[in-house]
């Protein structure tokens, strides 16, 4: 395997020690804009597949510097599929036939729902923020790949990911480590907004699926049937602080809940049906959402280093998405 990565503000190296000595494991610090340096890549290590996860992905710094989302995002997706398609153009009959592009987007793509419905797989775009809208861009530049050039693509939206390593500026890492330290739990409006949340390594068996079993150009909704509210999930991570990280000063951790000004353009509800992956594939997600939370925080609480270090480089606590212009 080769893991291409540009090394922006939210990767860390120290993410990779389980697998960064085994021999089938190789790393390439490189941006997928870099067309040169992509080609040189599929060149030197000959890949069956490619697994396009590389993305800017935080909504709030999608308002305040949407450019750096449509370089990655669109222009990046662009290059990379060029290349895989030179790429994929030059094998010959038996690793031409093997080969799949598996792009990975995001429900948000599919914008917001109201108190009842769900998204599948024949939902209509309607992207409602920079982030979102980015990504549907990619969505369709890749369709277009595979309609018009046969390039063996497939497409999978999946709903708001969580577990560790997952970089502190997102809603449940930022939670556990305020929390913890007894500081603000930032909280949107009232915390009404509702996610679909699937633990990562649920999204990783499922791409894992995805990539032996799926149908290129099919797109696949990718979801663990996890809908929660955000504030109903920020108060089952203060109860685990309480057990986990007991503190006398603070008591119940929920008394650090800090309601916030809201985002502009916040989505209300997503919510995912999977019945398509369920019923073709045979995946299913694996982790209930108070099990998968239950590790989560455990991680976050046992590698502070790892926390601090994300602290230091990434800024992960400032409050952005407020609109300032740049």
């Given at each position: 395997?080769?893991?291409?990565?540009?090394?922006?503000?939210?990767?860390?190296?120290?993410?990779?020690?389980?697998?960064?000595?085994?021999?089938?494991?190789?790393?390439?610090?490189?941006?997928?804009?870099?067309?040169?340096?992509?080609?040189?890549?599929?060149?030197?290590?000959?890949?069956?597949?490619?697994?396009?996860?590389?993305?800017?992905?935080?909504?709030?710094?999608?308002?305040?510097?949407?450019?750096?989302?449509?370089?990655?995002?669109?222009?990046?997706?662009?290059?990379?599929?060029?290349?895989?398609?030179?790429?994929w153009e030059s094998q010959d009959g038996?690793?031409?036939?093997?080969?799949?592009?598996?792009?990975?987007?995001?429900?948000?793509?599919?914008?917001?729902?109201?108190?009842?419905?769900?998204?599948?797989?024949?939902?209509?775009?309607a992207p409602n923020s920079p982030y979102?809208?980015?990504?549907?861009?990619?969505?369709?530049?890749?369709?277009?790949?595979?309609?018009?050039?046969?390039?063996?693509?497939?497409?999978?939206?999946?709903?708001?990911?969580?577990?560790?390593?997952?970089?502190?500026?997102?809603?449940?890492?930022?939670a556990i480590l305020q929390g913890s330290?007894?500081?603000?739990?930032?909280?949107?409006?009232?915390?009404?907004?509702?996610?679909?949340?699937?633990?990562?390594?649920?999204?990783?068996?499922?791409?894992?699926?995805?990539?032996?079993?799926?149908?290129?150009?099919?797109?696949?909704?990718?979801?663990?049937?996890?809908?929660?509210?955000?504030?109903?999930?920020?108060?089952?991570?203060?109860?685990?602080?309480?057990?986990?990280?007991?503190?006398?000063?603070?008591?119940?951790?929920?008394?650090?809940?800090?309601?916030?000004?809201?985002?502009?353009?916040?989505?209300?509800?997503?919510?995912?049906?999977?019945?398509?992956?369920?019923?073709?594939?045979?995946?299913?997600?694996?982790?209930?959402?108070?099990?998968?939370?239950?590790?989560?925080?455990?991680?976050?609480?046992?590698?502070?280093?790892?926390?601090?270090?994300?602290?230091?480089?990434?800024?992960?606590?400032?409050?952005?998405?407020?609109?300032?212009?740049?």
């Amino acid at each position: 395997m080769v893991n291409v990565d540009k090394l922006t503000y939210a990767a860390n190296l120290a993410s990779l020690k389980s697998v960064e000595t085994n021999a089938r494991y190789h790393f390439e610090h490189a941006d997928i804009c870099d067309a040169r340096r992509i080609a040189d890549i599929l060149a030197a290590y000959r890949p069956t597949a490619i697994v396009h996860l590389a993305a800017e992905s935080h909504v709030d710094r999608s308002i305040d510097a949407p450019a750096d989302f449509i370089e990655t995002n669109i222009v990046g997706t662009f290059a990379l599929l060029q290349e895989a398609r030179r790429y994929w153009e030059s094998q010959d009959g038996s690793r031409r036939d093997a080969f799949r592009f598996i792009h990975v987007s995001t429900d948000e793509v599919f914008g917001s729902l109201g108190a009842s419905g769900v998204f599948s797989e024949e939902t209509a775009y309607a992207p409602n923020s920079p982030y979102s809208a980015s990504k549907a861009s990619s969505d369709h530049l890749v369709r277009a790949w595979h309609a018009t050039f046969g390039l063996p693509t497939i497409i999978t939206n999946c709903g708001n990911n969580f577990g560790p390593c997952q970089f502190p500026e997102k809603l449940i890492p930022l939670a556990i480590l305020q929390g913890s330290a007894g500081r603000k739990i930032p909280v949107y409006g009232r915390g009404e907004n509702i996610r679909d949340w699937i633990f990562v390594d649920d999204h990783a068996a499922a791409l894992t699926r995805v990539l032996d079993k799926g149908v290129p150009g099919e797109t696949y909704n990718i979801g663990a049937r996890n809908e929660r509210r955000n504030i109903d999930v920020i108060r089952l991570i203060c109860g685990l602080l309480d057990e986990m990280t007991p503190n006398a000063t603070i008591g119940k951790h929920e008394s650090l809940i800090d309601f916030v000004p809201d985002r502009p353009g916040h989505d209300l509800r997503y919510a995912i049906d999977p019945g398509k992956i369920e019923r073709t594939l045979g995946w299913r997600a694996s982790k209930t959402m108070e099990a998968a939370l239950r590790t989560t925080v455990r991680w976050y609480l046992d590698n502070p280093q790892w926390c601090e270090r994300a602290r230091r480089e990434g800024e992960f606590a400032v409050r952005r998405g407020l609109g300032a212009a740049r």
